[in-house]
């Protein structure tokens, strides 16, 4: 098997969506927007070898004006297989993920472990911060690590070089972390002493300055936080795994997913959502669409193209620079898994 990403030209006049099967059996769908009459592209990661045979069904979601297919084109896929590149040794602790420049991978130890341990890409491990507990982080421009400190309640920033500060404190129970391009800090708050009642996402600017940045409208036990290159703000919530578009503020659900939601990434137009409680790694379009994108719900440690690979329980994962390899922590393990175009 191997993963190709489907690319469907069309045009149409609503919102919908296009079923993909492979053999008869289901393999995704193509998310369709109102293109206003001219035509736009929608593509689908489906595994496939040679002979088999691939369909384009009627639509999955009603549409009451025709949909015109212009082409459909394969192409690689980015992400055609999972591997293991490291034991970290943080079995059932692990709680964040970062890539920094150069490639180098930063896992956290979550509220039950003290370090921060760096990873290169070659699976060689370091201690890189030790002495506090770690959740979310994330890099700024600068290099520097910054870290959300369940236990104490604070945001700790770490320089290239390692040393620690705090960079904001007294928060309720702070989890996840995104920096943006002007190097804001963006602080998702699940609730302090595991409460969950967390409801709310901060901005601290480069100087210290801490704001609410969004608030209240189905925010709950807040955690996954990230950002696409449009400007767009997104945030999860735990329990039930719903994803919110929080631009400038505005709380708007972008979609639900099935369960629990930790960490979450996003690359090229799709955000990544780790369900730890059923073992699958779901994918996000900025529409809306929700799709299966690695695992089933046998929890199991398995390697290789993207149709059979498995996980224990994966709850965090994190891009590299050029959004080529995607970095997965299975929390229950401690396994560092990486998912990139390598051969299966």
Request: a negative charge; aromatic letters at 8%.
């Amino acid at each position: 098997l191997e993963a190709k990403a489907l690319i469907l030209a069309y045009r149409t006049d609503t919102a919908g969506s296009l079923a993909v099967t492979v053999n008869g059996g289901d393999a995704g769908k193509f998310t369709l927007r109102p293109t206003a009459g001219v035509y736009a592209t929608s593509s689908a990661v489906v595994s496939v070898t040679a002979g088999d045979v691939i369909a384009i069904v009627n639509p999955t979601t009603g549409g009451v004006t025709e949909t015109y297919i212009d082409y459909v084109d394969f192409t690689d896929s980015p992400f055609k297989a999972v591997s293991t590149l490291a034991a970290t040794g943080l079995a059932n602790t692990t709680d964040g993920i970062a890539v920094d420049a150069n490639g180098d991978i930063y896992v956290s130890g979550g509220p039950g472990a003290q370090n921060i341990v760096r990873v290169t890409p070659e699976g060689e491990m370091s201690v890189f911060a030790a002495g506090f507990n770690t959740n979310g982080s994330y890099f700024d421009s600068h290099g520097n690590l910054f870290v959300a400190n369940y236990n104490e309640s604070s945001v700790r920033k770490i320089t290239p070089e390692g040393v620690v500060t705090t960079f904001a404190s007294s928060l309720d129970g702070p989890a996840g972390v995104w920096v943006d391009p002007n190097d804001n800090v963006f602080v998702s708050l699940f609730g302090a002493n595991f409460s969950g009642v967390g409801a709310t996402v901060l901005k601290i600017t480069p100087d210290g300055v801490v704001s609410t940045y969004a608030t209240g409208g189905g925010l709950q036990d807040v955690i996954g936080i990230v950002g696409d290159e449009n400007g767009r703000v997104y945030a999860s919530n735990w329990a039930a795994g719903s994803l919110f578009d929080i631009t400038d503020g505005n709380v708007n659900v972008l979609a639900a997913t099935v369960g629990r939601t930790n960490m979450i990434c996003y690359s090229n137009g799709y955000i990544y959502m780790p369900g730890p409680a059923d073992a699958l790694i779901h994918r996000v379009s900025l529409e809306g669409a929700v799709e299966t994108f690695i695992g089933t719900t046998t929890r199991q440690t398995i390697d290789g193209p993207l149709a059979i690979a498995d996980f224990e329980r994966p709850n965090s994962c994190a891009f590299t620079p050029d959004g080529t390899i995607m970095y997965v922590m299975d929390r229950d393990n401690g396994l560092l898994r990486k998912v990139d175009a390598g051969t299966p």
